[in-house]
């Protein structure tokens, strides 16, 4: 099985699930363990920063406990054990999910849904101690351990009924009957044998344990809203009567330090109600505490300090130091309250990232640390919000549908644009101060428009669908649902002209003319429907633009004109570009990936394989990986040289944004997944298959070779597995592929340069006279200043001789393994001078350059170290050019080695790649 591309690192801005969180104290220092998924993290309650990381378990925690260096999480039916961040033992004896975990000294206690309570002494994995049998018509849903009872435990059920339990002789102790609503959460106070019992119906019951009866009950506990607190603080405290609706009470709990002694209680509405227990009234409500109801609450000892946890996505500390006693917001951890939709790294070290979801924020998070991340201001939405007397979420801008960010003028002005959904206008964002930016950019309206753009104000009330930003972070592109497409400054805010398909550049013939049968209306227009992407390459020369009207544009950036139009095989979804190549990617309706070159105005790959719609793209920074994800709920990673998919991450739910870090260590996905193969496709492919163009990196004429790429889908999995284990051999990946040395550049670049080399390197003093070497011992010149010993030769037979490479591969070996000098050395050796008297020395030296001719001959055209023979032709013909020239043999040899270069430059070598060093102009030269 083939190492896994990506392993899960950790879980950014996911602080906390619904699962309660577990607290301990440490010395002077407290810390709570929060749930996250599949796994859990540590944070220090003093200024919540993250102290540790769990590892990744196979499924999702139910419940966790914690003690010392050592935390229990519940997984399913089974409680893994952690030491610090290493798993150290499973415990295993319930039949079902484990719904709470308590831990009391030595003895750790799970409660399951199969009505069991069983008893384990920590470290001893093997069975447990006792098993508690609950009944099976219980219904337990939670357990505490009341203060001064030793070896004892109190279970809640379904049917408001209690029961008291001594765990060390597995006896039930006695039965309660509370209430006739269910229990959903059971905590101990600080008066003895009195418990807080939060019931379903929003009532949190006080009951004394010794003598069986109520202490006191306060109804709608769980959670109340802004119209019934003043009846709250009225009516003061209430009895079983007049049942709240606000859900149940999820959590209680109670402060031990000076002042007013006060009960924290916290349900399905978000709310925190606080309650004077000397009075028995209402003490204050933290409204909009939580967006989602409250999981846990926890007074510090000896503190006035709350800290609260929600299924929203936050874990919050209150204090209540005002004259008042009432509570304030001291520090909080939080991150996205609903799924994320839009993710993208942000910098050139990607320590940084971008993300919107459904819950109308943008937030910015640090991969580095977590303290630094937060959510970017709307302008004072909160306290807006307070004077309208309206929700926070009301006053926030629509949900983010696309973002586009860049680090040039940071410093200077805005950064970022964004598009919202069903909003006409595109938004500016200055990541420098984290606040919403000045400027709204929208179209011209009316008879009052600039006169610069060419388009008519028709389409300008549409909802923007696609953003983008130039790489100098002057410019942001705006394209909307009318198909407009215009440019504004983003310093100023104003529109610097549009995009339309009647401007075409008379100087550049498009790839696709067009015709007379368009409208005025859709030739004043970049595109005839929703526009979905937008690029610009890195030196603001082209721009590129996709749409429902399934038409890729190439665009010039400066003067606005069409350059290339392509049609693409179905309406696109999703664009993704490279500025360092001009590679597009685009996903389309059909499910299916297109890669374009838009500098050559073509198709270049094509990528098939998910089942749904494709939601994320993102080109890893070397052009070598596209990734995509689709609703189907895989992350496909695609090697672009080769055309193959790399590896298929089974994400579970559907993936909503991806983004790959600029160093290609991280990726983030909206999940954590498990990394598979694909057996859907080959994994050496078939170029012709996978609609490979005929000239972007390789290929060769049909010639029906049944090679790697054509094996069997059963040979595949039987051998082909092994094939991404070593990306960088230097085997072809297909037989139309050619391949490079694996040398450092500077090896085989530096053949061409080495008179500068030798000229730079040249010792500014001379050479000091070596010390003489012992009379006893013979020593022989050397080139390098430094005695040399003579050696006694071992006697050799007559049918010894010396190694000579037979082959081109042992001759490619041989040179790999050579310096450069060592090289230069070796071509020199066969240097002859042309009209010597012997004839026959001559001829000797002349077979030999003969012969390396013929050799980089052979190695070109079976496509072997590419790069290596161009430095070596280089060499060859700088150094023995004049003797090629004089010879007609020599020269008859260079013109079968030139008829190969040319043969592998243009059937094997894409035209793009002129860069690369080639000596054919040289070569020709030379004979010719």
Known sequence: MPSPLFLPFRALGYITDDVPFAVQRRGRETFVTVSVGKTWQVYNCSKLRLALVGPQLPHQISALASKGDLTFAAVGAEVVACQRVHRIGTYCGHTSAII????????????????????????????????????????????????????????????????????????????????????????????????????????VMLHNLKFDEHVAAFANAAGVGVETASLLKDSGMQGGRGRAK????????????????????????????????????????????????????????????????????????????????????????????????????????GSRLLSAGHDRAFRLFSVIQDQQSRELSQHHVTRRAKRARLDPSELKLPQLTVLDACQARERDWCNVVTAHEGDSAAYTWRLQHYTLGQHVLRPPQGPDAPAAPPMSSAGAGA????????????????????????????????????????????????????????????????????????????????????????????????????????????????????????????????????????????????????????????????GAWLLSGSMDGTLRVHDIPSGRVLQVLRMGPAITGISLAPDAIREDPAQEAEQELDDSQPLTPNLDDIGVDSSFYATSDDSGDEGPSRRSHTDQQAGGLQETVHPLRADPMAPKLVTMSLLPAQQWQSLLHLEEIKERNKPKEPPKQPPSAPFFLPTIPSHFGQPQFTQEAAPTSSNDHPPTASTPEALLSLLAGLSPLEVDKELRSLQATPGTDEEEELQQETDDIALLLQFMAAALEAGQSFDLIQGLLALTLQLHGPLIQGQARLLACAEALKATLQQVWGERLDPLLQSTRCMIGFLAGTVG
């Open 463 to 622: 909802p923007v669908t696609a953003v983008a930003m130039s790489h100098c972070g002057n410019f942001a592109l705006v394209g909307s649902v009318a198909g407009r497409l215009d440019r504004y400054n983003i310093q100023s805010g104003l529109h610097r002209g549009s995009y339309c398909r009647d401007a075409v550049d008379p100087a550049v013939q498009p790839t696709e003319p067009q015709t007379n049968t368009m409208t005025h209306l859709e030739r004043e227009r970049a595109h005839v429907g929703a526009v979905t992407g937008i690029a610009v390459d890195g030196a603001n020369s082209t721009m590129v633009s996709v749409g429902l009207d399934a038409a890729l544009l190439i665009w010039d950036f400066k003067s606005r004109k069409l350059a290339h139009q392509l049609r693409l095989p179905a309406a696109a979804s999703r664009l993704a570009h490279h500025p360092g190549t001009g590679m597009v990617a685009v996903g389309c309706d059909d499910l299916g990936l297109y890669m374009y070159d838009a500098a050559a105005a073509r198709l270049v790959r094509r990528f098939r394989g998910h089942t749904d719609r494709i939601t994320g793209l993102c080109i890893s920074e070397d």
């Open 100 to 203: 709470q975990l308590l831990c009391l000294g030595n003895i750790l206690l799970s409660l399951g849904a199969d009505q069991k309570v069983c008893v384990w002494r920590i470290g001893q994995y093997n069975e447990p101690e006792a098993v508690l049998e609950l009944g099976s018509a219980f219904g337990a849903t939670c357990m505490t351990h009341p203060d001064t009872y030793l070896d004892k435990v109190v279970v809640a059920g379904t049917k408001g009924q209690l029961q008291l339990w001594n765990f060390s002789t597995s006896r039930k102790l006695y039965d309660f009957a509370l209430a006739d609503a269910a229990v959903s959460h059971i905590a101990s106070s600080p008066a003895l044998d009195v418990v807080a019992v939060g019931l379903a119906d929003g009532r």
């Open 246 to 349: 606000h859900g149940s009470c999820t959590a209680v709990s109670f402060s031990t330090g000076p002042g007013i002694p006060m009960m924290a209680a916290g349900g399905a509405s978000g709310a925190i109600t606080v309650w004077n227990l000397e009075a028995r009234k209402l003490h204050t409500i933290i409204r909009d505490a939580h967006a989602a109801p409250l999981t846990a609450l926890h007074f510090f000892p000896g503190e006035p300090r709350l800290m609260s946890a929600g299924a929203d996505n936050t874990l919050k500390q209150w204090v209540f130091d005002s004259a008042d006693n009432s509570a304030r917001l001291l520090r909080f951890r939080g991150g996205h309250a609903a799924p994320p939709t839009i993710v993208q790294h942000y910098g050139s070290d």
